[in-house]
């Protein structure tokens, strides 16, 4: 760090005060987490250096005798993990997974079946702004208006109606398990693939806290920063008839040279994993998460499906006559860090949103329990309902100073 700082203070600089903004508030964002300083060590090591298109054994380039190594010890521990025939461990993010999986799977114009974006879905899952909407025919369904959970009725409706060739599940706001089983056995009787794009609560079934979608499902792809904890990247999982149709779509259809840095990060996270105290987190993370979910609802913040099973709650905020927009900021301001989202059947735009968004997979990793959640729903509560976007607003600064007495208490990144 220190050649660092003396070349470019500026740059330097930034890393110190994210650290430090990191550290200051309470991160709530379900879709980030705290990896640890053994992951971050590899993702910043020499292996960022190394081309080697290809996969172990058999690549474009020389010199890739020690990348191999890495790459495969991925490979292996990754198929151990989420026991599984077959793992790519080269994609750079989610999206280009999802981008492989598509390759692997679809021609231009074919058709999917996916969860709507505004009912908890993702922009890869055939939005008309993302290369799936606009390459792909994709056909939406959504939640059910008076469960707020997947409209399972719907789904089998319109995969009879449009005999997709894929069909998929998953998304980036289902607080809710997922019925693989129904899936598995709908996808069958209509001829689909069945393919699962877990980004979000892959981390808990890496810690056997719910149920996995990989013996159901043909294909999972998934994120590897979210609730598992590892690098910024992607992987994919899928059955040995699937291979090599995957690694195919990885490279060379849809990627160039692997990040074998951020590979061997992703190595490194499989085997943290693997731990006892791994599962025990993601048990953690599943209990604050209800915890949190509960004291905002009882503070008047519904928690849409009337609760959570995994990391991550919605909540309705029209009860309290406040927009995810405005809740935001004065979160923001406090010191608490979450987001607007849409809510199913909302009747805002998605840049206002009538709710927000809250996981607790970093406050989890920092060691916070079930009383800290209690505290953390108050806070937000007040913040959001009493509070001001201005962070000199005297309620703004009275629910900072009990986040940052939160945070004292359990540090992030403790020195
Ligand atoms: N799929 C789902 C369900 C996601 O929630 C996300 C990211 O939030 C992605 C894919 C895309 O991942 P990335 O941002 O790494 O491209």
């Not at 290809?54 to 151990?80: H, L, N, T, W």
């Not at 890869?124 to 409209?151: L, M, Q």
């Not at 690694?247 to 040279?257: I, L, N, T, Y």
């Not at 607003?393 to 939160?406: G, M, W, Y």
């Amino acid at each position: 760090f220190g050649a660092l700082q003396s070349f470019d203070p500026d740059i330097a600089g930034v890393l110190l005060s994210e650290l430090d903004r990191i550290r200051s508030g309470l991160q709530l964002i379900a879709s980030e987490n705290l990896s640890s300083p053994a992951v971050l060590t590899a993702l910043g090591s020499t292996l960022s250096n190394k081309y080697a298109e290809g996969y172990p054994g058999r690549r474009y380039y020389g010199g890739c005798s020690e990348v191999d190594k890495a790459e495969q010890i991925a490979i292996d521990r990754c198929k151990a993990l989420f026991d599984a025939d077959h793992a790519n461990v080269q994609p750079h993010s989610g999206a280009s997974a999802n981008q492989a999986v598509y390759g692997a799977f679809m021609q231009p114009g074919e058709t999917i079946l996916a969860m709507s974006l505004p009912h908890g879905g993702h922009l890869t899952h055939g939005t008309k702004v993302s290369f799936s909407g606009k390459w792909f025919n994709a056909v939406h369904y959504g939640v059910d208006n008076e469960t707020e959970d997947i409209d399972y009725d719907q789904v089998a409706e319109l995969a009879r109606e449009h005999r997709p060739k894929v069909i998929l599940a998953g998304g980036s706001a289902i607080p809710r398990l997922i019925d693989f089983e129904f899936f598995r056995n709908l996808a069958d009787e209509v001829g689909a693939i069945f393919w699962v794009d877990a980004a979000h609560f892959i981390g808990l079934v890496a810690g056997k806290a719910i149920p996995s979608p990989v013996p159901w499902a043909d294909v999972v792809s998934f994120t590897t920063h979210k609730v598992l904890r590892g690098p910024r990247s992607g992987a994919i999982v899928c059955k040995e008839e699937h291979a090599a149709k995957i690694d195919k779509a990885v490279f060379p259809m849809m990627q160039g040279g692997p990040q074998m840095h951020t590979i061997a990060a992703k190595a490194v996270n499989f085997k943290e994993c693997a731990t006892p105290e791994y599962a025990a987190y993601a048990k953690q993370v599943i209990a604050n998460a209800q915890q949190l979910a509960a004291t905002l609802g009882e503070n008047g913040i519904r928690p849409t499906t009337g609760g959570t099973d995994t990391h991550l709650s919605l909540h309705d905020l029209q009860g309290v006559g406040v927009t995810g927009k405005d809740a935001e900021a004065r979160a923001d301001a406090a010191g608490i860090v979450l987001n607007k989202n849409a809510i199913p059947f909302d009747p805002q735009k998605p840049n206002i949103a009538s709710g927000i968004r809250v996981g607790t997979p970093s406050v989890t990793t920092q060691g916070m329990g079930t009383e800290e959640m209690k505290t953390i729903g108050e806070l937000i509560a007040t913040a959001v309902t009493k509070g001001d976007a201005d962070p000199d607003h005297a309620v703004s600064k009275e629910v900072r100073a009990q986040v940052t007495d939160l945070v004292t208490r359990f540090p992030a990144y403790p020195r």
